[in-house]
Every structure is written in C-alpha cells, then in structure tokens.
C-alpha cells in the first residue's frame, strides 16, 4: 500500500485516490496550502515525505520472515 507521500500529485487521479485513502491527511494539507506560503508548504511537504521515506526504509530492509526477538 502507498504512504500518503507517495502518490503524484499532479495526476487527478492519483490524487482522488490519495485523498480516498487518506482522507484527515488530505484535509490536513488542504488546510495548510491555504494557510502557508507556497514556498513554505513546499518545503514542509518534501521534509514529510522524506521523513516518511526513512521511517519506512528499515521495514523494507527486513528480510526474515519472522519477526527478530531481543
């Protein structure tokens, strides 16, 4: 399953989806576009994404089937 930062934006129909599955989150930026400057959201948004991008990484490394234990 897509994050909410990984669908492209410019595609109407990838943005439909987005907010489909991701309804608060789509809110939540609607709200922020309005409020920020553009600059501003824009830099907000590429920090998101990427701080989703490395908070998923180590998921995506796991390559066991089964869960470590300490």
Same mark, same amino acid.
């Given at each position: 399953? /897509?994050?909410f ?7 109407p ?10 309804p ?5 930026h ?6 920020m400057?553009?600059?501003?959201y824009?830099a907000?948004?590429?920090?998101? /994404?990427e701080s989703?991008? @490395?908070? =998923? ?6 390559n066991? @089937?089964q869960?470590a234990? =300490?």
């Amino acid at each position: 399953m /897509k994050s909410f930062y990984d669908f492209n934006r410019n595609n109407p129909e990838e943005r439909l989806e987005q907010y489909e599955l991701y309804p608060e989150m789509a809110l939540f930026h609607i709200a922020l576009r309005e409020e920020m400057e553009e600059e501003e959201y824009l830099a907000f948004y590429r920090a998101e /994404k990427e701080s989703a991008r @490395r908070m =998923a990484a180590p998921m995506y490394q796991q390559n066991r @089937r089964q869960w470590a234990t =300490a």
